[in-house]
Each structure stands twice: as C-alpha cells, then as structure tokens.
Nanobody, 122 residues
Framework: QVQLVESGGGLVQAGGSLRLSCAAS????????MGWYRQAPGKQRELVAA???????NYADSVKGRFIISRDNAKNTVYLQMNSLKPEDTAVYYC????????????????WGQGTQVTVSS
C-alpha cells in the first residue's frame, strides 16, 4: 500500500508565498517522476511542475519564474515553493508520483495525493 500525503496549502494574499510538501510512504521500491497538478473550479486538472528522479524539472508557462519544485529522494518527498502568488493560482493542488512497487516483478503505478487547497486573495 502506497500513500501520498500533502501539506502546506492555505489562504494567502496576492504576492505572498506558500510551500507545499508531499511525502510518499509504503511499500516503495523506487520513485520515478514526482509532480504537482492543480484544478481550479470548472477547469481541467493541469500540470504545474514535475521533477524526475535525476533532477530535471519542467514547469507550466504560467508558473515559470515563480514556482520551484524540488525533491528529497532520501525522504521520498517533493516540494513546491510558490512565490509571487496570484489569484489565478487558486486551485486544489494534487501531488502525483510514478512509483515502482515490487509485487512479483517491479510494477509501475501512478499515485495521487488527496489534494490541498490553495487560495490567493486579491
């Protein structure tokens, strides 16, 4: 059983900062990519940022220069530092991870966190 537990959401004024954390736990063999998605009311879920196990990162154009994704592989944790927040960043943020578990052979699964609300007031 694998779980992703997120923390760090909340209410912040425009221009402020928040840091999200997501820790993976359970019967993990290894973790490939980890990332953050968000879903605003009435909109589709979209990729915000992702980080490979090797350290490469990619970002949505809307957050480039403001958000930073990082990983602590020893702790199976991914972070999202969000700076210069805007009201349009308001959404539920979901952690995602591609995790290899050992059943009989290594098996790849996609896992999601429960979501954490980020609200940016103007």
């Amino acid at each position: 059983q694998v779980q992703l537990v997120e923390s760090g959401g909340g209410l912040v004024q425009a221009g402020g900062s928040l840091r999200l954390s997501c820790a993976a736990s359970g019967s993990i063999f290894s973790i490939n990519a980890m990332g953050w998605y968000r879903q605003a009311p009435g909109k589709q879920r979209e990729l915000v940022a992702a980080a490979s196990s090797g350290g490469s990162t990619n970002y949505a154009d809307s957050v480039k220069g403001r958000f930073i994704i990082s990983r602590d592989n020893a702790k199976n944790t991914v972070y999202l530092q969000m700076n210069s927040l805007k009201p349009e960043d308001t959404a539920v943020y979901y952690c995602n991870a591609e995790i290899i578990i050992m059943v009989v052979t290594p098996t790849r699964h996609d896992y999601w966190g429960q979501g954490t609300q980020v609200t940016v007031s103007s």
